[in-house]
């Protein structure tokens, strides 16, 4: 069965740490997303990429970076994390160049203190 | 940019009812997809159903169907004989043709089923 795996389910942060959520796939997927969601504004698209070591800004990237050193891993990275990055994380992957449908992680629930 | 409303946060069925749940959508692109994904209170995202923009034919997936009218950029999800399990947040997304399957969303419509 396929696999979107995120690292943590819950995480508790101080604000100004420096975070890193986890996410790897086993689907050999060429696109990989960072989405956050929020109650009320639905899920609002981080960063994302479409290849090994590139990625591209989405809706809402301030305060955000990523990384993709391989293709399976894609690393979303709070540089100073602050009470208004207090949110649910999804991540998500998919095949390059088609619109066929997106796996999800189970998401990660980031408390900012 | 494309935007995606969803203007009901809530809906309610009793259990073997149907219910829809609204999704407008506006774009200037002639081709794209429209989803309609589920969130069970354990997380994880799970496509219902996906139309292309193409297609004049309704979606359908067992109990889910929807209404798609390009002309009003309206996309509708009805859901037929409402099982308890149907129970989540639904969420209509978007994406352009060219888009490499990034998606759009809306603000999700949270389903409560009655028994």
């Known amino acids: 069965d396929v696999k979107v795996t995120q690292s943590s389910r819950y995480l508790v942060k101080r604000t100004g740490e420096k975070v890193f959520l986890e996410c790897v796939q086993d689907?050999?997927?060429?696109?990989m997303f960072w989405y956050r969601q929020d109650p009320g504004l639905g899920l609002r698209l981080i960063y994302f990429?479409?290849?090994?070591?590139?990625?591209e800004k989405g809706d809402i990237p301030e305060g955000y970076s990523v990384s993709r050193e391989k293709k399976e891993r894609f690393s979303l990275i709070l540089e100073s994390a602050s009470t208004n990055q207090t949110s649910m994380y999804l991540c998500?992957?998919?095949?390059?160049?088609?619109?066929?449908?997106?796996?999800f992680g189970s998401g990660t629930q980031l408390s900012v203190l | 940019a494309q935007t995606v409303t969803q203007s009901q946060p809530e809906m309610s069925v009793q259990e073997a009812e149907t219910v829809t749940l609204s999704c407008t959508y506006d774009?200037?692109?002639?081709?794209?997809?429209l989803f309609w994904y589920k969130q069970p209170p354990s997380r994880q995202m799970i496509l219902v159903i996906r139309?292309?923009?193409?297609?004049?034919q309704n979606a359908t997936e067992n109990r889910f169907s929807v209404n798609f009218q390009k002309a009003a950029k309206s996309f509708s999800l009805k859901i037929s004989d409402s099982q308890l399990g149907d129970a989540a947040m639904y969420f209509c997304?978007?994406?352009?043709?060219?888009?490499?399957?990034?998606?759009?969303f809306g603000e999700g419509t949270q389903l409560t089923v009655n028994p």
């Open positions: 998500a992957s998919g095949l390059r160049g088609t619109n066929e449908k997106l796996f």
């Open positions: 689907m050999d997927h060429e696109n």
């Open positions: 990429s479409y290849d090994v070591k590139m990625k």
């Open positions: 774009t200037s692109e002639s081709d794209y997809y």
């Open positions: 139309q292309e923009a193409y297609k004049q």
């Open positions: 997304a978007y994406s352009r043709e060219t888009s490499g399957s990034r998606l759009t």
